[in-house]
Nanobody, 125 residues
Framework: QVQLVESGGGLVLPGGSLRLSCTAS????????IGWFRQAPGKEREGVSC????????YYADSVKGRFTISRDNAKNTVYLEMNSLKPDDTARYYC??????????????????WGQGTQVTVSS
């Protein structure tokens, strides 16, 4: 059974940092595609970052380029989203999602088959 569990969200001051984790079970990260998405109240879900393991490429939304970094630890079957220089506009519920094989267009949420329950990130003074 495929499961994704996010953790690491919380309340942080503007300019601060958080690291989100997405621990996968029921499949291996090798060869998969993992995406991070976020959704704020009243807004559509937005693709933040994604990683195609086989192609060894990563993608970022323009709004987070230079501030967020996606990485993985295959030994822990976990994907991370390091978020720096956080802004109030980054406030949202963050979700990780998985495709069990390599997929192009990985910032598009409709491509994903499996989703975690999300973790809340609030950036506020």
């Amino acid at each position: 059974q495929v499961q994704l569990v996010e953790s690491g969200g919380g309340l942080v001051l503007p300019g601060g940092s958080l690291r989100l984790s997405c621990t996968a079970s029921g499949f291996t990260l090798r060869g998969s595609t993992i995406g991070w998405f976020r959704q704020a109240p009243g807004k559509e879900r937005e693709g933040v970052s994604c990683r195609r393991d086989s192609a060894r490429v990563t993608y970022y939304a323009d709004s987070v380029k230079g501030r967020f970094t996606i990485s993985r630890d295959n030994a822990k079957n976990t994907v991370y989203l390091e978020m720096n220089s956080l802004k109030p506009d980054d406030t949202a519920r963050y979700y990780c999602a998985a495709i069990l094989w390599d997929s192009t267009g990985c910032l598009a949420s409709q491509r994903y088959d499996y989703w975690g329950q999300g973790t809340q990130v609030t950036v506020s003074s």
